[in-house]
């Protein structure tokens, strides 16, 4: 179980560790085999294009598993739009018929007699599968390398996702895997192992996530899921290379079954406590 104090780090459990521990052989198993290629993720994803395209899904179809019924796509905002350092970002979700029992869809009174109009979403994911419920898990930024700088969760009607609570989203972490080999096996094994990796960090902002959603209702009175006002519900910077030094620390210490603490980087999105909009 995961406890944390969202601004400063979180505690995670040996098991956890041992975890994020395979996914990181995974993501230097997959960076080792696109640097023998003398590629990166991105390379993958835009396939033969070399220049993007905004705001345009790769790779083409985006991926879905149809056993597991995981799905993400890759795409990058206008220049102005984005944070500096960002080339992209990646957009993961699970839909219904692969999500754990007894998640159930989040429903507010004021949705039921709403008389603002569902807002146009901004990046939907493509329609797969037999039914209509897809849950947004996070979506991870990566700089102009493939490396990921930012983990960030968004409002509703930017995916015109269904809203599950932030620990249905959490358990629905672990059914997210591609088994599929198109288009790209160590891109699918790649963005699979990071959603591990960062799992404890994946949790902290799913809970902020509520946090800020249920604070904004409260000041604003709006239909909240569909305020065009708040986009970014939550965003934390991340490093791989802290991640792993994190790992190989806490793996390297006695005392089994003892919590580790992790930390978050300080530095939030800007304007997080306001709902961040870009």
Not at 52 to 79: C, I, L, M, N, S
Not at 210 to 239: K, Q
Request: include cysteine.
């Amino acid at each position: 179980m995961l406890r944390e104090n969202p601004r400063k780090s979180l505690l995670v459990s040996r098991a956890e560790i041992e975890g994020m521990a395979s996914a990181a052989a995974v993501v230097a198993a997959c960076e080792r085999d696109l640097a023998a290629c003398k590629r990166n993720v991105l390379d993958e994803v835009m396939a033969a294009e070399t220049t993007v395209r905004e705001w345009r899904h790769y790779p083409d179809g985006e991926v879905y598993d149809p056993k597991t019924h995981a799905q993400f796509f890759y795409h990058t905002h206008a220049a102005g739009g984005r944070p500096v350092l960002e080339h992209g970002h990646f957009h993961t979700f699970l839909r219904a018929e692969g999500m754990p029992p007894g998640a159930a869809p989040l429903i507010l009174p004021e949705i039921a007699v709403a008389e603002v109009a569902a807002l146009p979403p901004q990046a939907p994911p493509l329609k797969h599968g037999t039914r209509e419920e897809v849950s947004h898990l996070v979506a991870i930024a990566v700089d102009r390398r493939g490396d990921p700088i930012r983990l960030f969760t968004t409002n509703r009607w930017v995916t015109g996702e269904t809203w599950y609570r932030a620990d249905d989203v959490i358990r629905m972490l672990d059914r997210f895997a591609i088994t599929e080999v198109a288009p790209s096996e160590v891109l699918n094994r790649w963005i699979g192992a990071m959603l591990r990796l960062f799992r404890p960090q994946i949790a902290a902002a799913l809970r902020m996530r509520d946090e800020t959603v249920m604070a904004w209702r409260r000041r604003r009175r709006t239909n909240v899921f569909e305020d065009p006002a708040l986009e970014i519900a939550s965003s934390l910077d991340v490093s791989l290379d802290a991640q792993l030094a994190f790992l190989d620390r806490a793996r390297s210490e006695p005392a089994a079954g003892a919590r580790r603490r992790v930390s978050l980087l300080p530095k939030m999105a800007d304007g997080w406590d306001e709902g961040y909009v870009g």
